[in-house]
Nanobody, 115 residues
């Protein structure tokens, strides 16, 4: 069974930075596509960025050039470095792990960008 635990959220001013972590417990970490999603009140959950086991990445348009995703396969952890944060980035950020029929979610971490 896979478990995901997010950390690193908080309150930051516009233009600031945060680094989120997603700690994976379970087997075969490198086969999973790990993604960061976010959900703001009244808005559908959206994919922010994801990364394959070989390091291939994808970024959603709103965060390209500002966010960076990477993974440490020895620590079974995926990171989301968020720079130049904007109030529109305020949301609960969720970590997701997918492989074949497996689809696992973390509990989420709140990110609030406010003056």
């Amino acid at each position: 069974q896979v478990q995901l635990v997010e950390s690193g959220g908080g309150l930051v001013h516009p233009g600031g930075s945060l680094r989120l972590s997603c700690a994976f417990s379970g087997s075969f970490f490198t086969v999973y596509r790990i993604g960061w999603y976010r959900q703001a009140p009244g808005i559908e959950r959206e994919l922010v960025a994801d990364i394959l086991g070989d390091g291939t990445t994808y970024y959603g348009s709103p965060v390209k050039g500002r966010f960076a995703i990477d993974r440490d396969n020895t620590k079974k952890t995926v990171y989301l470095q968020m720079n130049s944060l904007e109030p529109e980035d305020t949301a609960v950020y969720y970590c997701n792990a997918k492989y074949r029929a497996g689809n696992f979610w973390g509990q989420g971490t709140q990110v609030t960008v406010s003056p």
